[in-house]
C-alpha cells in the first residue's frame, strides 16, 4: 500500500494533515461548452460532443488546454492537496471511455431523465486496448500543476453495464475484460509518472449485490501496478450496508463514498466492523447550490474522524461537482480546504480528539 504522506505539500501549516481532493468532473467553462456544441453543429461527421476530441482541430485542441490549465489552477487557488483538471476533456464518462475503446459503437442518444440524453454505447465485439485514454490528459495537467494530480478512471463494472451488450451475453465477463484494459490503461500511467489513479464506480451503488465482480475486476486491475502508486474506488449514492464490509477485500488504498447529501445516516455502517482503509469522505453536497459554511464542514469532517484516524482521512465533495455552478462549485472546495486546515490545527492543539469523539457517539 502507498503511503499517502507523500502527498502532503512541502508548505502545510500543520503536523497533521487530512489530504483534500475532488473526485473529478468539474463545471466546464461557459466558452467550452460553447465549443464543443459549434464544433459539432459545424462538422456532419461529428455527431456526439465525445466525436469532438477525436482529431481535434488546433483550434478546438487550445481550447481544451486552456480549459484544463484554468480548471487545474482553480483547484489549486481553491487549495486542494491533489488535483485534476475537471476532466474538461471528457464529455461523459461513459462515452468517453467507449469512444475510444475497440468493440464499442453508438446508434444514437437514449433518454435517461426529462429532456436528457446520453450516448448510450453498445458493445458490438470484443473490447481492446489500442492507444492509451489519459496519458496525455495526465502529462499535460502534471505540467501545468505545482502538486500532486489524481487521474480518475470510469470503473469496468459501471462500463460494461451502462452499455447495450450486443457481444458478450454475459455482462460479467465483459467487465473482466474491461478491466484488463483499465489495467493496462493504468500501467501507461504509471510509466507517464501517475501516482494516484481512482476508479469511479457508480453502477456498483444500483447493484450492490455484484459486489464479489466488482472485487475480482480490481485483482485484474491491481496485476503488477507498482506498490508506491495510491489506487481508491469512489461509490455513491446507494446502499452501502449491502456492500460492507466486503470492500475492504478490494485491493485498493482508499474508498472514496458520498455521505454529505444523506446527512450521514449511513455512517455508522462504516463503523462495524473496523474500517481499515484510508476513508475518503464526502463533506460537501454535489448535488445542492447551498455552499456549506466552514463550520458546517467541519462537523462533516469530525464525522469522519468517527470512522478513521485523521492520518487516515481524506477530505473530498460527495461527487464530482460537473451540475453545479462554477462559482458555487469554487467556494465549496475553498471552504472544504479552510475546514480542512482548521480541523488540523485543532487537532494538534489537541481540541479534537477522534477517540472522544467516537466514545461520545457511541455514549
Same mark, same amino acid.
Given at each position: 500500500?502507498?503511503?499517502?504522506?507523500?502527498?502532503?505539500?512541502?508548505?502545510?501549516?500543520?503536523?497533521?494533515?487530512?489530504?483534500?481532493?475532488?473526485?473529478?468532473?468539474?463545471?466546464?467553462? *461557459?466558452? @467550452?461548452?460553447?465549443?464543443? &456544441?459549434?464544433? /459539432?453543429?459545424?462538422? +456532419?461527421? !461529428? =455527431?456526439?460532443? #465525445?466525436?469532438?476530441?477525436?482529431?481535434?482541430?488546433?483550434?478546438?485542441?487550445?481550447?481544451?488546454?486552456?480549459?484544463?490549465?484554468?480548471?487545474?489552477?482553480?483547484?489549486?487557488? *481553491?487549495? @486542494?492537496?491533489?488535483?485534476? &483538471?475537471?476532466? /474538461?476533456?471528457?464529455? +461523459?464518462? !461513459? =462515452?468517453?471511455? #467507449?469512444?475510444?475503446?475497440?468493440?464499442?459503437?453508438?446508434?444514437?442518444?437514449?433518454?435517461?431523465?426529462?429532456?436528457?440524453?446520453?450516448?448510450?454505447?453498445?458493445?458490438?465485439?470484443?473490447?481492446?486496448?489500442?492507444?492509451?485514454?489519459?496519458?496525455?490528459?495526465?502529462?499535460?495537467?502534471?505540467?501545468?500543476?505545482?502538486?500532486?494530480?489524481?487521474?480518475?478512471?470510469?470503473?469496468?463494472?459501471?462500463?460494461?453495464?451502462?452499455?447495450?451488450?450486443?457481444?458478450?451475453?454475459?455482462?460479467?465477463?465483459?467487465?473482466?475484460?474491461?478491466?484488463?484494459?483499465?489495467?493496462?490503461?493504468?500501467?501507461?500511467?504509471?510509466?507517464?509518472?501517475?501516482?494516484?489513479?481512482?476508479?469511479?464506480?457508480?453502477?456498483?451503488?444500483?447493484?450492490?449485490?455484484?459486489?464479489?465482480?466488482?472485487?475480482?475486476?480490481?485483482?485484474?486491475?491491481?496485476?503488477?501496478?507498482?506498490?508506491?502508486?495510491?489506487?481508491?474506488?469512489?461509490?455513491?449514492?446507494?446502499?452501502?450496508?449491502?456492500?460492507?464490509?466486503?470492500?475492504?477485500?478490494?485491493?485498493?488504498?482508499?474508498?472514496?463514498?458520498?455521505?454529505?447529501?444523506?446527512?450521514?445516516?449511513?455512517?455508522?455502517?462504516?463503523?462495524?466492523?473496523?474500517?481499515?482503509?484510508?476513508?475518503?469522505?464526502?463533506?460537501?453536497?454535489?448535488?445542492?447550490?447551498?455552499?456549506?459554511?466552514?463550520?458546517?464542514?467541519?462537523?462533516?469532517?469530525?464525522?469522519?474522524?468517527?470512522?478513521?484516524?485523521?492520518?487516515?482521512?481524506?477530505?473530498?465533495?460527495?461527487?464530482?461537482?460537473?451540475?453545479?455552478?462554477?462559482?458555487?462549485?469554487?467556494?465549496?472546495?475553498?471552504?472544504?480546504?479552510?475546514?480542512?486546515?482548521?480541523?488540523?490545527?485543532?487537532?494538534?492543539?489537541?481540541?479534537?480528539?477522534?477517540?472522544?469523539?467516537?466514545?461520545?457517539?457511541?455514549?
Amino acid at each position: 500500500m502507498s503511503d499517502r504522506d507523500r502527498f502532503r505539500p512541502a508548505e502545510h501549516p500543520n503536523d497533521h494533515f487530512l489530504l483534500t481532493t475532488v473526485v473529478g468532473s468539474y463545471p466546464k467553462p *461557459a466558452w @467550452l461548452e460553447n465549443e464543443y &456544441d459549434r464544433v /459539432v453543429d459545424a462538422d +456532419e461527421d !461529428v =455527431e456526439r460532443p #465525445a466525436e469532438a476530441t477525436d482529431d481535434a482541430s488546433d483550434g478546438f485542441t487550445e481550447a481544451l488546454d486552456d480549459a484544463a490549465r484554468l480548471i487545474t489552477r482553480e483547484h489549486e487557488r *481553491a487549495g @486542494l492537496d491533489v488535483v485534476v &483538471d475537471g476532466e /474538461v476533456r471528457r464529455t +461523459e464518462m !461513459v =462515452e468517453y471511455f #467507449a469512444d475510444r475503446i475497440d468493440g464499442y459503437e453508438f446508434n444514437g442518444p437514449v433518454k435517461v431523465w426529462g429532456h436528457n440524453y446520453f450516448h448510450k454505447p453498445s458493445v458490438t465485439d470484443r473490447v481492446s486496448y489500442d492507444d492509451s485514454w489519459l496519458r496525455e490528459e495526465f502529462e499535460f495537467t502534471s505540467f501545468v500543476a505545482s502538486g500532486a494530480v489524481k487521474v480518475p478512471i470510469t470503473g469496468p463494472y459501471t462500463l460494461a453495464n451502462w452499455a447495450f451488450d450486443e457481444h458478450y451475453g454475459d455482462s460479467e465477463e465483459l467487465a473482466y475484460d474491461l478491466a484488463d484494459l483499465v489495467n493496462e490503461e493504468i500501467h501507461a500511467l504509471v510509466e507517464a509518472g501517475a501516482r494516484y489513479v481512482q476508479i469511479d464506480e457508480p453502477a456498483l451503488a444500483t447493484t450492490p449485490d455484484d459486489h464479489a465482480i466488482v472485487g475480482a475486476c480490481l485483482d485484474r486491475i491491481a496485476a503488477d501496478i507498482p506498490d508506491d502508486v495510491r489506487l481508491g474506488i469512489h461509490v455513491c449514492y446507494g446502499d452501502y450496508s449491502r456492500i460492507y464490509p466486503e470492500i475492504l477485500e478490494y485491493p485498493v488504498d482508499e474508498v472514496d463514498v458520498e455521505l454529505a447529501n444523506t446527512d450521514y445516516n449511513q455512517l455508522d455502517v462504516f463503523t462495524e466492523p473496523e474500517f481499515t482503509k484510508d476513508f475518503a469522505l464526502g463533506v460537501v453536497d454535489a448535488h445542492d447550490t447551498t455552499v456549506e459554511s466552514v463550520e458546517e464542514i467541519k462537523r462533516n469532517i469530525e464525522r469522519g474522524l468517527e470512522v478513521v484516524p485523521p492520518e487516515r482521512l481524506t477530505v473530498s465533495p460527495d461527487c464530482g461537482l460537473k451540475l453545479l455552478p462554477r462559482e458555487v462549485a469554487y467556494r465549496k472546495m475553498e471552504n472544504l480546504v479552510q475546514a480542512a486546515r482548521e480541523v488540523e490545527a485543532e487537532l494538534d492543539a489537541g481540541e479534537v480528539r477522534a477517540t472522544k469523539i467516537a466514545t461520545a457517539r457511541s455514549d
